[in-house]
């Protein structure tokens, strides 16, 4: 995958964090402390404390405070009603944290997802359908790992591929996309293909992946997936976003 726009595509949305302040035109905040469905430990705050840019990049930093009865914030930022798209290639240069208990990520939900505020556990998720493009758990510091989630195979029944690489993928910055069309999904590390999946690979069970969806970046703390947080993590915390951008077919754009 070029780092400009692979053959046959054009840039349609990008946020190269250049300016001073988090782009409220591009972005917004999911608030609250309720372990998000996965036993999270932390709250989600739209402080800039929380996140904010830096130096040309987004910073969401993960702190040990009592904040809003939980002992540990960060963020969880999406383009929902902001930027929404049905295909394309999907591209995010990130440093992601180390430490076990850390839990960074960038995906994607249905453009349809919604919650029931007096009850958040009650959501449409995940007949809408989500698409993980990277997940990483400082527990297993070599692994990255991308999955799908939909109507049958959700949680821990969901679809994906782990990543293996010969080093930890902390500490350095590394580029994550998936090339998403009509045929399937594809998932790339650094420019090198590693997992597709189509219409047959979720069996006799429902495809929902031809519908606009939108981007996800947060930095979660401990729950069911990373496991418990180290005793020993030094606190902050932090995931730093390079670029997001979004391209689409050039007969498809707009």
Same mark, same amino acid.
């Given at each position: 995958?070029?780092?400009?726009?692979?053959?046959?595509?054009?840039?349609?949305?990008?946020? #190269?964090?250049?300016?001073?302040?988090?782009?409220?035109?591009?972005?917004?905040?999911?608030?609250?402390?309720? $372990? +998000? $469905?996965? $036993?999270?430990?932390?709250?989600?705050?739209?402080?800039?404390?929380?996140?904010?840019?830096?130096?040309?990049?987004?910073?969401?930093?993960?702190?040990?405070?009592?904040?809003?009865?939980?002992?540990?914030? @960060?963020?969880?930022?999406?383009?929902?009603?902001?930027?929404?798209?049905?295909?394309?290639?999907? #591209?995010?240069?990130?440093?992601?944290? #180390?430490?076990?208990?850390?839990?960074?990520? !960038? +995906?994607?939900?249905?453009?349809?997802? @919604?919650?029931?505020?007096?009850?958040?556990?009650? @959501?449409?998720?995940?007949?809408?359908?989500?698409?993980?493009?990277?997940?990483?758990?400082?527990?297993?510091?070599?692994?990255?790992?991308?999955?799908?989630?939909?109507?049958?195979?959700?949680?821990?029944?969901?679809?994906?591929?782990?990543?293996?690489?010969?080093?930890?993928?902390?500490?350095?910055?590394?580029?994550?996309?998936?090339? +998403?069309?009509?045929?399937?999904?594809?998932? !790339?590390?650094?420019?090198?293909?590693?997992?597709?999946?189509?219409?047959?690979?979720?069996?006799?069970?429902?495809?929902?992946?031809?519908?606009? !969806?939108?981007?996800?970046?947060?930095?979660?703390?401990?729950?069911?997936?990373?496991?418990?947080?180290?005793?020993?993590?030094?606190?902050?915390?932090?995931?730093?976003?390079?670029?997001?951008?979004?391209?689409?077919?050039?007969?498809?754009?707009?």
């Amino acid at each position: 995958m070029p780092a400009d726009a692979p053959e046959g595509y054009e840039l349609v949305w990008a946020d #190269e964090f250049d300016g001073d302040e988090i782009d409220t035109t591009k972005w917004t905040y999911d608030i609250g402390g309720w $372990g +998000w $469905g996965n $036993g999270e430990a932390q709250y989600y705050s739209d402080r800039p404390e929380n996140a904010r840019v830096e130096q040309g990049l987004l910073v969401i930093e993960a702190r040990q405070e009592q904040f809003e009865g939980k002992y540990y914030t @960060s963020a969880r930022m999406l383009t929902q009603g902001l930027g929404e798209f049905q295909y394309g290639v999907f #591209e995010a240069r990130i440093r992601v944290p #180390e430490g076990a208990g850390t839990w960074p990520a !960038f +995906w994607m939900l249905g453009a349809d997802f @919604s919650r029931n505020d007096a009850n958040p556990i009650d @959501s449409n998720w995940p007949d809408v359908g989500e698409i993980d493009i990277m997940e990483h758990i400082g527990r297993e510091p070599n692994l990255v790992f991308g999955t799908v989630h939909g109507p049958g195979y959700a949680g821990a029944g969901s679809l994906g591929k782990w990543n293996p690489q010969d080093e930890p993928i902390a500490g350095e910055f590394h580029t994550y996309a998936v090339e +998403w069309d009509e045929t399937g999904i594809r998932w !790339f590390y650094d420019g090198e293909e590693y997992w597709f999946i189509g219409p047959e690979g979720v069996g006799e069970r429902e495809w929902v992946f031809d519908a606009p !969806f939108f981007m996800i970046l947060n930095l979660a703390l401990g729950g069911n997936l990373p496991g418990p947080i180290a005793l020993d993590l030094e606190f902050p915390i932090y995931m730093y976003v390079d670029h997001v951008r979004v391209y689409q077919r050039v007969d498809t754009a707009g």
